[in-house]
């Protein structure tokens, strides 16, 4: 009986060990397996929230792709504003990883002869758009590995196609088929990447004696001024926080003190400051710079270098 307690306990150990052994190795996998996350589309119009096109083409995504994730980037893009568009996926694309896809409607040529393509950036991330100038800055910086025009009827919705919605029947469903995984090679022909349209922006240039650039838009509700200047160029001006900076806007000559916020002034009076894309910008401490200068994107800024 001695004999018979002694292996009964040991088997007990044992298989106290092994269940013990088992759960550890368990989480172990669980721990090394990486957690997986939904497909992400990052969805940007004009189309405002006033009616139901922002619910209509989320709900076509969603059929396509139950399980997807859709982030609103605006759908208060300045109707019809390409470079606004352009500018806020300029913004917005690099806190997003690869392979998300970005479906971008700001379409003032709706159901014209501009083509629908899908684009992929050198960061591997898609964007299903029309070809009218809203990838410019993204492909300034990030790069463009190839586009396709979108021209395959099985990736659309509708029997007809509308000639003034196409984010419903074009864009929306091949966004949602990208975030599916089907292969974009299927989306339809490759296009010369050099015929993308683009917009005629100007770049920033750093002359002996001054800075050229541009108003590219105005900040959302406030009336600043955004421009093309990184933080990096304007140091090479040499103006360091407080000086006083004297250049053109446009038709006018103003003088204004480059500051860290707002509040550095008093009310009612211009300043200089970077904003938080790492751009030079302008504004009137709490007014609208925009309507006190008469301001419509884009227009000339010329700033001269600091004097010794």
């Not at 989480?27 to 996350?37: D, I, N």
């Not at 690869?98 to 591997?124: H, L």
Request: proline letters at 6%.
């Amino acid at each position: 009986m001695k004999f018979e307690r002694q292996w009964r306990e040991i088997f007990r150990l044992a298989a106290t060990g092994l269940l013990l052994f088992l759960f550890l190795f368990s989480v172990s996998l669980v721990a090394q397996t990486p957690k997986k996350y939904p497909p992400t589309i990052v969805f940007m119009t004009d189309f405002g929230v006033v009616d139901d096109s922002v619910a209509i083409c989320r709900g076509v995504m969603y059929s396509i792709m139950p399980d997807v994730r859709i982030v609103d980037l605006t759908h208060q893009v300045t109707p019809f504003s390409i470079l606004d568009g352009a500018r806020f996926l300029f913004g917005a694309t690099p806190y997003y990883p690869e392979g998300t896809v970005f479906v971008v409607v700001v379409d003032p040529g709706v159901g014209s002869t501009r083509k629908a393509i899908v684009a992929k950036s050198k960061r591997g991330q898609f964007f299903v758009l029309p070809d009218n100038g809203l990838l410019t800055l993204v492909e300034q910086r990030d790069g463009l590995e190839a586009a396709r025009e979108i021209t395959n009827r099985d990736w659309m919705i509708g029997a007809k196609l509308s000639s003034t919605f196409h984010g419903r029947d074009i864009f929306s469903p091949v966004g949602a088929r990208l975030a599916r995984g089907e292969d974009w090679k299927n989306v339809g022909p490759e296009l010369p990447l050099q015929n993308l349209v683009r917009l005629e922006l100007a770049p920033a240039t750093l002359g002996d004696k001054e800075l050229k650039a541009q108003v590219i838009a105005i900040d959302g509700p406030f009336g600043n001024l955004v421009t093309n200047v990184d933080s990096e160029l304007f140091t090479k001006l040499g103006y360091k926080l407080g000086d006083k900076v004297t250049f053109k806007l446009a038709d006018n000559e103003i003088t204004a003190p480059f500051v860290k916020t707002f509040s550095d002034v008093a009310i009612g009076e211009p300043l200089f400051y970077i904003d938080s894309r790492g751009n030079l910008g302008f504004s009137v401490n709490q007014a609208y710079a925009s309507k006190k200068y008469n301001i419509k994107p884009p227009v000339l800024i010329v700033i001269p270098r600091k004097a010794n």
